[in-house]
């Protein structure tokens, strides 16, 4: 947990400014997460400025296309993690319920929580599962509901060297 905490803490540099809706295509400000640590700690995880491209997952655990979907993403993030950051949001009203998906399908990467949807509706999530690529300068360039071939697809052509 602590390796995912200070993941969280290096992108807590990255989300709180009152910005309109995210957009396909455009870039947004920072937004506060709360990390699934166990002081709660507010962080805020930056979006522009990153050196390598950005999966956002919102997730819930309830969710059964969460369930089918968490395996998929966590392998990718094993297979990619020196070239892409994932971070998993949790839209579950309580950490407990967070963490035992966490617990269940072995998330490595970065979780942190937005109970209250801000982050969510920030990005016009409706739905989980919901997923998000950012590039480096923080602008959305793909978005979907699964790691399907559209998405990965996005997320080979993101990890191409210029």
């Avoid at 950005?54 to 990619?80: D, M, P, Q, Y």
Wanted: proline letters at 5%; one cysteine or more; aromatic letters at 4%.
């Amino acid at each position: 947990m602590t390796h995912t905490f200070s993941v969280a803490l290096a992108i807590a540099s990255l989300l709180c400014a009152g910005l309109a809706p995210q957009a396909h295509g455009a870039s947004v400000g920072p937004l506060p997460l709360k990390a699934l640590s166990p002081d709660n700690t507010e962080l805020t995880v930056l979006l522009s400025g990153r050196t390598k491209p950005l999966l956002l997952v919102f997730w819930a655990s309830w969710c059964g296309r969460c369930n089918k979907e968490a395996a998929a993403i966590e392998s990718l993030h094993k297979a990619t993690s020196a070239k892409l950051e994932v971070v998993s949001i949790s839209v579950d009203k309580t950490p407990e319920k967070a963490k035992g998906f966490i617990a269940k399908f072995g998330v490595t990467s970065a979780v942190l929580m937005d109970s209250s949807l801000k982050v969510s509706d920030r990005f016009s999530v409706r739905g989980t599962p919901a997923i998000l690529l950012l590039d480096k300068a923080g602008t959305v360039i793909a978005r979907g509901h699964s790691l399907d071939e559209n998405m990965r697809t996005a997320i080979s052509k993101a990890l191409k060297p210029l």
